[in-house]
């Protein structure tokens, strides 16, 4: 090596005797320092992971995608059944990054008890400062699987850790293949053969993969040999006094609600796809806080076992930033250093320090705890090779210091060896960066066992497989009222829409054939717009997609984003239809049925279309506070309201042309405080004796049957959706809804439907005043024009309509209230 590449171990090797020897990679990798540790006295110092040495992000995640890569070649087909997991505290980003390349679940032990969660279980690691492990996974399930157990660590030097690990989980659940992963293999051959014997007492498989591999040579004497060394060295000098601290600016992350913040209760990969498109808008929070005149070294440190999060908060930055050209997953990028992000992490292993270029541990802050550890002797923190030292080069012009809430401590800000207090004196400026730790939601219990979902053909049209409907069979129970008595009762209070249904509509011929030519014409346009939200979802939201439908104008929508994820990418997903009901929310009931079948934010909400976005605010109402992403996903959204979407025009999706005869024939939902009790599913009916006209099959086939053709235009337009760098609603639909509203002096926005969609739906199922059509819409409102005229409605053309059409339910209604002006009725009742 030059000079300017002295090996980091060089120090530790000439005066204590320690000899790395191994693979030309090896010292590429690691270093070596002195730990304060009577049981092991040397440190393996990884130049990749991360923790003790500042490090690009790009070199850090790319080290653990490396591993990943390799061990998706060594699993084969059988990788997409794995779990990773990772060991704290310096291994829980190098696991998830592992987790990454393969794209399955993750969990990493902890030494953090979690008040309400029972440890699955632990395990002990001999050699390190802190030695029990905890493994607290939100849903237990995780690691009883029958796939591949892949467990993740810096280093083996013995196996020891992991030989406790595979016999503790070994007993409680066994399994035939277990892969072994680490940055350097530095067994002996005693230890190898032990690891093999042990494999072969439990009969199992057992694989490694290594970046590189060697051996520590140590003299007998090693322990007291070191012990003199730290005696001589003395304490760590102290800080040089600042003229003034640092200013500290302090940013509370707008982190997704209920994502994991790492890996203690389990990652999965829905997790991971919200993390990374989430992850530019948090770095602009970062960059918004380091302010315009950006330093050329900036220091992203991370919190003890908080290493995955921070990690990719810097890669984020670092791509803001213009200084990511490093390429990700490159190993040989470890020496370039070239980007203005370094990524480094708190720790809880006191290691001696020693300002020379030939010694991994250059310089230490030493601080105390300020997490409140409930189980550990030690109250002492450290931060490595974050003070400059004597070497102004390596100074930081800016450190971001992301903890989680349990760790915003005053600890943390207050006294003079506060971690705060100490970085404001090394460091030109500082961002606390707070995000949430994740809290693991526990069980709901149900007061008797949750109701069985029902399924076609007992329950609807569809075939068993296509949607699991989580309703409550109301066919018996006459429910339907005349349109004009429901729409007086609803709108004089009298009582709520969900109550009651509509008499279902038999179309027409001229209607049936209208809705043949409207299935014709959007059936490619509509393929195109399914595939689209099927392929973002999968981007955003990971492989464990659970799909929701909106009962019931979702529900065809649901089936044919399915379809396309089983068209496009051999996946069978889990499809459920669920009642909700405007000013009364999502069903509860089938939201505990979720949470206990699945896990709650790999659950997406799909509907066919936005309105004005009062379903959208209801959802997000609805799950306020529990672990559901609120997000809402749809076919066309006219009205701006969500992230998630096929294409914001205002476009006939041609099962708006029909009620049950195109939905399985299934009635719209009911909510009735004498047929559904507090346990029950919202109810709805399933009409068979509308089986003659049914169009249900025929529909999904038809826009199923574009999937092949349009593949290539879905692409596109997926791409184009992903390349979006604002997709953030901003709600135009509503107000020009509000604008409606007043100009025909209509008291309620509920009286607005705006869009194709929805004003199909008044025109159907409520008591219609007029439908505003924007000037020179084609053929998309033949059909609303065919049911006007059959409905005495006037269709009133406008410009300036952001919605292809709008349709007025009758305001004020009793039988007959317009004015001579045609304006609305002020009525007393």
Request: net charge negative; proline share 7%; charged share 25%.
């Amino acid at each position: 090596m030059t000079a300017r590449q002295t090996w980091t171990g060089r120090w530790v090797a000439e005066r204590a005797g320690v000899d790395l020897v191994g693979s030309d990679r090896l010292t590429d990798l690691v270093g070596l320092a002195l730990r304060e540790n009577r049981k092991r006295a040397h440190l393996l110092v990884s130049t990749v992971l991360g923790k003790h040495v500042p490090q690009c992000p790009s070199v850090v995640h790319g080290a653990g995608l490396d591993l990943g890569v390799q061990v998706r070649e060594l699993l084969g087909s059988e990788a997409a059944r794995a779990v990773v997991l990772g060991y704290a505290e310096t291994a829980t980003a190098l696991g998830q990054s592992v987790a990454d390349a393969l794209d399955v679940p993750y969990l990493h032990s902890t030494r953090r008890p979690v008040p309400g969660v029972r440890p699955l279980g632990g395990f002990a690691e001999e050699h390190s400062h802190a030695t029990a492990h905890l493994l607290l996974p939100a849903d237990p399930r995780l690691l009883c699987g029958d796939g591949p157990l892949v467990l993740v660590d810096d280093e083996l030097s013995t196996g020891t850790t992991v030989l406790n690990t595979i016999r503790e989980l070994h007993a409680h659940h066994p399994r035939s293949h277990y892969v072994l992963v680490a940055l350097v293999d530095l067994r002996t051959e005693a230890d190898r053969h032990r690891l093999a014997g042990f494999a072969a007492e439990l009969g199992v498989r057992l694989d490694l993969v290594a970046a590189a591999a060697g051996a520590v040579r140590l003299p007998a004497d090693i322990l007291d040999r070191a012990g003199r060394l730290i005696a001589e060295a003395g304490p760590a000098p102290e800080l040089p006094p600042a003229a003034a601290p640092a200013p500290l600016v302090r940013v509370v992350l707008d982190w997704p609600a209920a994502l994991p913040d790492g890996g203690r209760h389990g990652f999965t990969p829905a997790d991971r796809a919200r993390l990374d498109a989430a992850l530019p808008r948090l770095a602009g929070q970062l960059a918004d806080a380091l302010g315009d005149e950006l330093p050329d070294r900036i220091l992203v440190l991370g919190f003890e076992e908080l290493m995955y999060a921070p990690l990719r908060l810097a890669g984020a930055l670092a791509e803001r930033l213009g200084g990511a050209h490093l390429g990700a997953g490159r190993l040989s990028g470890a020496r370039l250093g070239g980007e203005r992000v370094r990524f480094s992490t708190t720790t809880r292993s006191p290691v001696l320090a020693v300002d020379d270029p030939g010694y991994a541990i250059r310089t230490r802050l030493a601080f105390p705890a300020h997490d409140d550890p409930q189980d550990d002797a030690s109250r002492e923190r450290y931060a490595y090779n974050v003070a400059p030292g004597t070497d102004p080069d390596r100074r930081f012009g800016a450190v971001v210091l992301v903890v989680d809430d349990v760790a915003d401590t005053a600890t943390l800000a207050e006294g003079e060896r506060a971690l705060l207090t100490q970085l404001r004196q090394v460091t030109d400026r500082v961002v606390l960066a707070v995000l949430p730790s994740y809290r693991p939601e526990a069980p709901v219990q149900p007061s008797r066992p949750l109701p069985r979902p029902l399924r076609g053909p007992g329950f609807s049209s569809y075939r068993p497989d296509e949607v699991a409907w989580l309703l409550k069979d109301l066919s018996g129970v006459p429910l339907e009222a005349p349109t004009e008595e429901r729409e007086e009762a609803v709108q004089h209070g009298g009582a709520h829409y969900a109550e009651s249904l509509p008499v279902e509509y038999r179309p027409s011929p001229a209607y049936q054939e209208l809705y043949h030519q409207a299935l014709r014409a959007s059936a490619r346009r509509m393929a195109v717009a399914v595939g689209t939200v099927a392929e973002t979802l999968l981007r955003e939201r990971g492989r464990g997609l659970v799909l929701a439908s909106l009962a019931r104008a979702g529900t065809p929508v649901g089936i044919l984003v399915r379809r396309w994820l089983a068209f496009a990418h051999g996946l069978d997903v889990p499809h459920y239809a669920v009642s909700i009901v405007r000013g009364r929310g999502l069903d509860p009931v089938a939201l505990r049925y979720l949470a206990t079948h699945h896990h709650a934010p790999d659950v997406v909400f799909v509907d066919g279309w936005t309105g004005k976005g009062a379903i959208t605010r209801e959802l997000a109402a609805a799950l306020t506070g529990t672990p559901f992403d609120p997000g809402l996903a749809v076919l066309a959204d006219p009205g701006r309201c969500v992230r998630t979407y096929g294409t914001r025009d205002d476009f006939l999706i041609p099962s708006a042309c029909l009620n049950s005869t195109v939905s399985g024939l299934v009635s719209r939902t009911v909510l009735r405080e004498d047929l559904i009790g507090p346990d029950d599913f919202h109810g709805a009916k399933h009409y068979t004796e509308l089986a003659d006209g049914d169009v249900s099959a025929a529909f999904l086939d038809t826009v199923a049957g574009h999937f092949a053709a349009v593949r290539d235009g879905v692409a596109l337009a997926a791409g184009r959706l992903a390349a979006d760098p604002d997709r953030t609603p901003d709600w135009a639909g509503w107000a020009a809804v509000e604008r409606i509203a007043d100009e025909y002096g209509i008291g309620s926005v509920n009286l607005v439907k705006p869009g194709v969609g929805e004003t199909t739906r008044v025109l159907l199922r409520r008591v219609p005043w007029r439908v505003l059509a924007r000037r020179g819409a084609g053929a998309d409102l033949d059909h609303v024009r065919l049911l006007a005229a059959q409905r005495g409605v006037p269709v009133e053309e406008v410009d300036d309509l952001p919605y292809t059409c709008v349709g007025l339910i009758h305001p004020r209604f009793s039988r007959g209230a317009t004015g001579a002006s045609g304006k609305a009725v002020e009525e007393k009742f």
